[in-house]
């Protein structure tokens, strides 16, 4: 009799042990996505035109499963406005349209972010001496991929900065200009810098 009483205490001790060891490898993937807004700023060199044309400020919503270490997230841009001087003596802007053509992936690993998605670049208005011509559908023939990379110690709960390269493929429908913004622009490396700040 005791020996059986031993052996079933000893099955239902290695039970628990057992349900305890399931609960512990369990929880950490099946915890919930970090959910985080931010505010959104940055700037782009367009090195074709000798232009910097600032970004923002806008929003990202970003979803971070900080145990498999991937990020997926949408972000909103609004229209900016950059000047420059053409071909270094006419006064010239653009009004540029960054839009987002699907969400954003990418990792957070070791601290470290890298995330990349696809965009349409549109040119809404161009000008000379602040006097500006509409332009209804002058955008990129094809997606632009940006893909942006943080420093270490990207902490998403606070932020950071993201940086990273993209080069422009052909602008259509933009009338009298469309030859002379791709002789300018297409397939240059172009800097851009993105500022997260949680809200």
């Known amino acids: 009799m005791r020996v059986r009483s031993v052996r079933t205490a000893g099955v239902a001790v290695a039970g628990v042990a057992a349900v305890g060891a399931l609960f512990a490898t369990a929880t950490p993937s099946t915890a919930a996505p970090l959910k985080i807004n931010y505010a959104v700023t940055g700037s782009t060199d367009l090195t074709g035109l000798g232009a910097a044309l600032p970004l923002g400020p806008g929003a990202a919503d970003v979803e971070a499963d900080l145990q498999q270490g991937n990020i997926t997230g ?50 809404t208005e161009v000008g000379h001496f602040d006097i500006g011509i509409p332009l209804s559908n002058c955008k990129t023939t094809e997606p632009v991929r940006i893909t942006l990379t943080s420093g270490a110690g990207f902490n998403p709960a606070v932020g950071g900065t993201l940086t990273g390269n993209y080069k422009l493929p052909k602008f259509a429908d933009c009338f009298v200009d469309t030859e002379i913004i791709n002789f300018l622009v297409v397939g240059k490396d172009n800097p851009i810098s993105i500022d997260l700040k949680a809200k």
Not at 75 to 94: N, Q, S, V, W
Request: hydrophobic fraction near 40%.
């Open 74 to 123: 949408t972000i909103d841009l609004p229209e900016t406005k950059t000047k420059f001087l053409l071909a270094g003596i006419l006064d010239t802007h653009a009004k540029v349209k960054v839009t987002p053509n699907g969400p954003l992936t990418g990792t957070i690993k070791a601290g470290v972010v890298d995330v990349a998605g696809d965009f349409t670049v549109q040119i």
